[in-house]
């Protein structure tokens, strides 16, 4: 079975562009959770979505939304960046939103800010 | 205070020697605990999952979780050189309305397996 894949993998942006990231959950899995992941702020839960319905949400301002599609797929969307938003975008999956399911990660998205 | 601590390292163990990264939280409400393995440049893989007290054994690695103690911990049997990466804790803190789950990390052990 097909892992998280993640796209794209590299990116690079200026300051006050947009960006939007995409993820596709392993085959099944209805629950896709974001984190963002620097060197001094560590992995950061962002947001939460399951059935196309955002769950959960981290402590990140307006500028970083998100969606799910119907077929589980999900979208996360950064605006006017700023190089502090320089950082690897991770995007797990897990097979349901219980408390206890597993959730398994993508590769990635290293988005580089100038 | 963070919600899950770890100690940063580097731990350096020999070769063959037992590896105990240890892992405390703050959330008396938190109900799964996991343990992810990070290679650099790579994602979190899932090394073990536990959820009751008490110890969960799988291959060389064993978790222990302490609830009452609010304290998880990885030991890595037979250390090899591939363990070498950091180990990154992390804590599922449901909301009490609405469901959600929500992955908290801490910073990570790096750990170093030397020949």
């Known amino acids: 079975k097909a892992g998280v894949t993640q796209t794209p993998r590299y990116l690079i942006k200026t300051r006050g562009q947009q960006v939007t990231l995409s993820c596709s959950p392993i085959s099944g899995h209805r629950s896709v959770s974001w984190y963002q992941q620097t060197p001094g702020q560590g992995l950061q839960f962002l947001f939460e979505y399951f059935s196309e319905t955002q769950r959960n949400k981290g402590n990140f301002p307006g500028r970083f939304s998100g969606r799910q599609f119907s077929n589980s797929r999900s979208e996360m969307n950064v605006s006017t960046l700023e190089l502090g938003d320089s950082a690897l975008y991770l995007c797990?999956?897990?097979?349901?939103?219980?408390?206890?399911?597993?959730?398994?990660f993508g590769p990635g998205t290293r988005l580089l800010v100038l | 205070q963070k919600e899950v601590e770890q100690n940063s390292g580097p731990l350096s163990v020999p070769e063959g020697a037992i590896a105990s990264l240890n892992c405390t939280y703050s959330d008396r409400g938190s109900q799964s605990f996991f343990w992810y393995r990070q290679y650099s440049g790579k994602s979190p893989e899932l090394i073990m999952s536990i959820y009751s007290n008490g110890d969960k054994e799988d291959g060389r690695f064993t978790a222990q979780l302490n609830k009452a103690s609010q304290y998880v911990s990885l030991l890595i049997r037979d250390s090899q050189p591939s363990d070498s990466a950091t180990y990154l804790c992390?804590?599922?803190?449901?909301?009490?309305?609405?469901?959600?789950?929500?992955?908290?990390f801490g910073t990570g052990t790096q750990l170093k397996v030397e020949l």
């Open positions: 797990a999956s897990s097979l349901n939103d219980r408390i206890q399911e597993t959730q398994y």
């Open positions: 992390a804590v599922n803190i449901r909301k009490l309305t609405g469901g959600g789950n929500k992955l908290t």
